[in-house]
């Protein structure tokens, strides 16, 4: 599939993000959401969310044994192991990457006459990486995949993934993932960030993910 024009604005809005904190045995973590609906059934998007197949199609490849206490790989990015799976409703895994372990949550619930699909990922961040990029460090990567989503769930197609990476180059990209900061800047003022420490975490967030120089 040709990676289709995007309306940039109408999809980014299409998303709410929230940002929180919760108290973990290791202490406190923050918590980011972002959720969205989609028309169902349940049982495709469930299948595009677990199925190796879907996956690559619009994400990445994986591996593994996937199924409760089993263990998932993500070519040239994450792994983990599944410790929670209610299908076709929800999942939970841990997401390791970097040397850091977080955890993600995905959950598909009733929402009028379609779905309402929730991914949280609740992550241990220092206070210094969290002044410095804010909650988009990662929340702007949570957009990118949901794009992946929604327009594989639209079209049925598989998507490039040298032409997805062409794309956020593109300036049509750089607009989606400047958005994208700035969404997550919104999320986090309305969590109580202080406005100004969050322009500017969200200026460097902006600058990294599309080599910008920041203002």
């Known amino acids: 599939m040709t990676f289709p024009t995007v309306d940039v604005s109408h999809r980014i809005a299409a998303s709410s993000r929230t940002v929180g904190t919760r108290t973990l045995d290791a202490g406190q973590a923050r918590v980011l959401t972002i959720t969205r609906g989609y028309p169902g059934p349940v049982e495709d998007v469930w299948a595009a969310c677990t199925d190796p197949e879907r996956l690559a199609r619009w994400f990445l490849p994986i591996s593994g044994d996937l199924r409760l206490g089993g ?5 040239g990015n994450a792994h983990g192991t599944i410790e929670r799976c209610d299908p076709p409703r929800s999942f939970g895994a841990t997401w390791e990457f970097g040397g850091d ?7 598909l619930a009733p929402d009028g006459d379609g779905i309402r699909f929730t991914l949280e990922h609740v992550a241990h961040v220092d206070d210094e990486r969290w002044a410095q990029f804010g909650p988009g460090a990662v929340g702007v990567g949570w957009d990118s995949m949901m794009l992946g989503l929604t327009m594989h769930l639209e079209s049925g197609g598989s ?15 750089v607009r989606f993932l400047t958005e994208s900061s700035d969404a997550w800047r919104a999320a986090s003022v309305a969590a109580g960030e202080n406005p100004t420490a969050a322009a500017a975490a969200a200026a460097r967030t902006t600058a990294a993910y599309t080599g910008a120089d920041q203002p």
Do not use: C, K, L, N
């Not at 263990?71 to 070519?75: H, L």
């Not at 998507?159 to 990209?173: C, R």
């Open 71 to 75: 263990t998932y790989q993500i070519e």
């Open 101 to 107: 372990v977080s955890w993600i949550d995905v959950s």
């Open 159 to 173: 998507i490039d993934p040298a032409e997805a990476v062409a794309w956020t180059a593109s300036p049509e990209g």
